[in-house]
Each structure stands twice: as C-alpha cells, then as structure tokens.
C-alpha cells in the first residue's frame, strides 16, 4: 500500500480503539481513556479501561488477526476466493475439540489442543468431501463439502452438551456464538503468542503462498512441493483458527471479508496481504465487538451474530462474482 493509505489506515486504527475504549455501560471522553491508559485519571475510570475494556480491545484484535491469517492462507492454497475458516468447518471442527475438552473435564492447556485437532480433522474431511464429489478446486462444492461438515460438528456439540449441566449449556451455546466478554489478561497472553507464531510462520513461507496460489501446474513447474506446501497451510491456517475459536468461540466470515479488503487497498503478494488483512480483521472485530455490545444496552449481542449480519450479504456477493466468472 501507498504511504497515504498506510497513513489512513493507522489513524483509523487509533479512532476505532479510542471508540472502543471510550463506549459501553459508562461512557468516557478520550481525553479519560487515554489518561487511564497511561496511569492517569480517576481509579475507577482507570479500572474500567485496563482491567475491562482494553484487554477486549487487545484480544478482538489478536482474534480479527488470527482469522485473516487463516483465511488468507486458505484462499491461497485452495485458489478459492470464498475459502475461510468458517465457512470450511474449520471453525466448527475446532469449536467441537474444546466443547469435547470442556465437557470431558479437561479444561485448561487441554482445550486449545483438543481444538487444533479438530480444526484438521475438519479441514481433512472437507477436502475428502469435495474429492468424493470430483470438485476440490470448485468453489461451490468446496463450499457444500464444508457446510455438511459445519452441520456435523455442531450436532456432535449438541449431543456433547446433552448431559451438561444447564448453566453449562447456556454458557457452552453463548460461546459457539462468539463473545469477547471473557477476555482476562492470561487469554489475550496466549491468544498474542498463538496468533503471533502462526502468521509469522506464514510470513515465512509468503513466497510460497504466492507461488501456490498460480495453480497446481505453474507451481510444479517452479519447483515447490505441493503436497508438503499444501499440508503446511492447513495446519497453520487450522491452527490459527483453533487459537481463535479457544478464546472467543466461533466468530464467522472474518477471514472471508478481510483478504478481499487487503487485496482492494493494494496488497497484491501473500506477505502484504497477510499483514494488511490482520490489521483490518483486528479492527473489523473489535467494530463489531463495539456494535455488540453498545446497539442494545444493557443486552450484549453475540460477536459472531453482528459478523455474520455483515459477512451473509459479503458471502452473497462474492459467490455472484466468483460464479460468473
């Protein structure tokens, strides 16, 4: 991107946090909330800022992140511009790990491996589908492959949760739905060091992800091993997903949105389009997180409800663009 654009999108950045800072049960002036970012002001303006509302702000920033890494990265190996991890039943197959996790008592450093492990066997059994059909590369049967397969997962969730305890269920069905209301330090923490590993392993290998996405052939033809590069992207992308889907629950369409924005303000190779797409997804989320949680005061909106009220029509008009090519 150009050096206005970079501008822009930076002071874009520091008014939408301002916002999210500033908005919510007791509204604050920025000149508060950024005294009490610093150390200043009022204690219990200073607590609502750093104990509450900016560790919600850091983690839907990590987690918007994380899901543009792994939609990018998807969109890449699959060629498919409606690739994401949502849509693929990535998301669900992780979301079904940490539910299994939880509800078998093995909370803690369990759940995020237990949804790393279900996020690939969703993706392993979504490329399996479309194969099975002869249409791996087909943007509309990778799409049908990965809805049965989101279909599946979450009634496996629903028979998991059939002997949970009813408050559990409530909280376990509040958290499919997405929510950036359990963000504690310790989260944003681990969510920061997953997130940060898995796009600088993309990063890594954006030369790659360039020459993967030219096609099977002309990527042959320059020498890349395609299967050890493809299962590569897969596990990342499957892992960034899981780090999301660990701390927030499901949040959907992200990863979808965000790529096509990076791409529409000029990012055009893997590496820029990763980093400009994890910057816009961190300011799509919290946005979203600031709709949630202030259209209906005192309720709070589910997250991924507000995403997905944005990211339907998107899907709607990317699938006409792509189906008409």
Known sequence: MSAPRWIAFLVTILVVVTLALGFGAVALSPTEVW???IGGGDPTTETIVRTIRLPRILLGLLVGAGLAGSGTALQAALR????????????????????????MGSEGVTTPIAAFTGALVAVQLVLMVARAAGGRTDPRILLMSGVVVGAFCTAAIMVALVRTPEGAVRGALWWMMGSLGDARWSVVLTTAV?????????????????????????ASALGLDLDRTTRF????????????VAAVGLVGFVGLMV????????ARQARGTIIVAAVAGGVLVVLS?????????????????????????????????????
């Open 35 to 37: 005294q009490a970012v």
């Open 80 to 103: 498919n511009p409606l690739a994401e991890p949502y849509l693929l039943g990535v998301s669900g197959g992780a979301a079904l790990g940490a539910v299994l996790a939880v509800t």
């Open 194 to 218: 997953s997130v940060g590993g898995g796009l600088a392993a993309l990063l890594w290998r954006g030369r790659d992800l360039d020459v993967l996405a030219l096609g099977e052939e002309p």
């Open 233 to 244: 992207v897969f596990i990342i992308a499957s892992f960034l997903a899981a780090a999301t």
């Open 259 to 266: 790529p096509a924005i990076a791409r529409a303000l000029g």
């Open 289 to 325: 997180d600031l709709v949630a949680r202030t259209v209906m005061r005192p309720a709070e909106l589910p997250l991924g409800a507000v995403t997905a009220l944005i990211g339907v029509p998107f899907f709607l008009w990317r699938l006409r663009q792509t189906v008409a090519r």
